[in-house]
């Protein structure tokens, strides 16, 4: 049986992008992102009540899922939902809540 990293490995191999660099792929400006350090945001409500007269994106939540015997449940979904819109030339960004 395949052996599989831990989460804390995971998460010590991954290396973050400046959330400038995720804001421009998104077209949010850098002038409307409020950084909480260097790796996160909130973006201003100018910005937001600026995309009124913008065809509406679309929201995908995923909510419940029963994980698989290799622990794949819902973190991993929406991980790899949003690296598959992303190949296929959408523009995608996924957020979680860790509690």
């Not at 998104?26 to 790796?39: A, T």
């Not at 909130?42 to 937001?48: G, Q």
């Not at 065809?55 to 979904?77: D, Q, R, S, Y």
């Amino acid at each position: 049986m395949a052996e599989f990293k831990s989460d804390i490995e995971i998460a010590r191999a991954a290396s973050k992008k400046p959330i400038q660099e995720i804001g421009a792929r998104l077209d949010i400006p850098g002038e409307h992102l409020l950084p909480y350090g260097h790796d996160k945001a909130k973006i201003s409500a100018d910005f937001i009540a600026s995309l009124g007269e913008r065809e509406n994106g679309k929201l995908i939540l995923v909510t419940a899922i029963n994980p698989t015997p290799a622990g794949e449940g819902k973190t991993t979904t929406t991980v790899g939902l949003g690296d598959g819109l992303n190949r296929i030339g959408k523009k995608a960004a996924i957020c979680i809540r860790e509690a």
